[in-house]
């Protein structure tokens, strides 16, 4: 044998000890738990019944994705929800999870950020585990089923959506859950008021001089009302606005703006973005709950705007700028919350007044916009709604403005 040939069967057993020893370690590096008892999720799950349904669910922190995963898939963006549904009627209901999260992860998704490297039949096993943890539809009449959703994260406060599709029926759920190991943990979504703090309106036209009497816009600590205008009323049930706005894909963010956004007094009780395009920054929407409610249901006054460059703009940061046309982020808002089957009465009134576009107003971020002055508000209610539901108010004719505006266009040439 030559010096040659010794030289490549040395390198060949190197190289098949190296591929052994990975494989072995990779192997290693997964284990089937040994306790997947969902007892501990079931004693501080909340719960909900109607219609002869009943749901309870919690959030997995890491403790719990380690215990019965057998690894940490929070890391990965990923928070899993235990949810048990108990179907008391005689249909077969089924759990729709795009409407939970638009941008839901499968279990073998899920499975795969879990996979060892050559891990050959370890990573068939974390499929199966994975596959068996997950709900299971449909829920058979008379019985219950239990199971995890993989969902994407939510900070503090998990809003969760369930709807059951029965024959010619949804039941549907919104629960807020407290995510385990947050900090601020707990259910403190909104500012609470004190006793008395709070005027109840039961008339509509009293509700609007109410709203029409807030400011127009926030300000930047120092009294000057130099923020961004506030374009966008919401009204109704937390659960139910939360609801609308999840299933749109806006999602509760950490991230709030390039310059203080004060509106009576403090910051934003929570800030939502809609991403798109691999996570990349569109919409955001600021809300403050008001010291106003509308036959004891809430009243939240917000911004809805977009940063410059929208989905084009690199990441979410401190520095970025208001888009100057706010009023076309606040009717692509109107829009979205119209497909989102809980919007039940549309109205306009006066807000921040109307800025020119050839004389926008500046803004303490850096930023400046123009508008047509008036804020949009959005009454809510229990979904599911169709468009033909959607009541518009005659409060401001900002729509037959619109339509006229166009038809004037169209006939001058323009299109």
């Known amino acids: 044998m030559s010096s040659l040939d010794g030289s490549w069967i040395s390198a060949l057993r190197i190289a098949s000890t190296a591929c052994l020893t990975l494989a072995m370690s990779a192997c290693a590096t997964w284990q089937a738990p040994t306790d997947t008892d969902d007892g501990p999720l079931r004693a501080r799950a909340l719960s909900q019944q109607k219609s002869g349904v009943s749901l309870s669910a919690a959030v997995l922190g890491p403790e719990d994705s380690l215990r019965m995963l057998g690894t ?83 900070p503090v406060t998990k809003l969760l959506n369930v709807d059951l599709l029965g024959d010619r029926r949804v039941v549907p759920f919104t629960l807020l859950l407290p995510v385990p190991g947050d900090a601020a943990g707990g259910h403190d979504l909104i500012y609470h008021y004190g006793e008395g703090e709070i005027a109840d309106y039961s008339d509509l036209d009293e509700l609007r001089s109410a709203l029409e009497a807030l400011p127009c816009c926030a300000d930047s600590g120092d009294g000057r009302e130099d923020g961004d205008p506030i374009n966008v009323v919401l009204v109704g049930r937390l659960d139910d606005i939360a609801a609308a706005g999840s299933r749109r894909g806006y999602r ?164």
């Open 72 to 154: 940490d898939v929070t890391r990965t963006g990923v928070q899993p929800v235990w949810i048990e549904v108990r179907n008391d009627t005689d249909q077969i209901l089924w759990l729709l999870r795009a409407g939970t999260d638009p941008d839901y992860f499968s279990p073998l998704e899920v499975a795969w950020s879990a996979h060892v490297t050559m891990g050959g039949e370890t990573n068939e096993r974390i499929d199966e585990h994975f596959n068996e943890l997950a709900f299971p539809n449909p829920i058979p009449a008379r019985s219950s089923s239990s199971g995890l959703l993989f969902t994407n994260t939510q």
């Open 252 to 415: 509760r963010s950490a991230e709030g703006s390039s310059a203080p956004q004060l509106v009576f007094g403090r910051p934003p009780d929570f800030v939502t973005r809609k991403l798109a395009q691999a996570g990349s920054p569109a919409n955001w929407v600021r809300f403050w709950r008001a010291p106003v409610s509308f036959r004891g249901q809430f009243v939240f006054v917000s911004q809805a705007g977009r940063p410059v460059g929208g989905r084009f703009a690199k990441e979410i940061s401190g520095e970025e700028r208001l888009d100057a046309d706010v009023d076309e982020a606040r009717d692509l808002l109107i829009q979205d919350f119209m497909y989102s089957g809980g919007l039940d009465m549309l109205a306009f009134a006066k807000g921040v007044g109307a800025v020119p576009e050839a004389q926008p107003r500046a803004t303490a971020g850096g930023g400046s916009y123009y508008t047509d002055g008036l804020r949009a508000v959005l009454f809510f209610t229990t979904r599911p709604l169709a468009f033909s539901d959607v009541q518009v108010l005659d409060w401001e004719p900002v729509l037959e403005e619109k339509t006229a505006e166009a038809e004037r266009g169209f006939a001058g040439g323009k299109n």
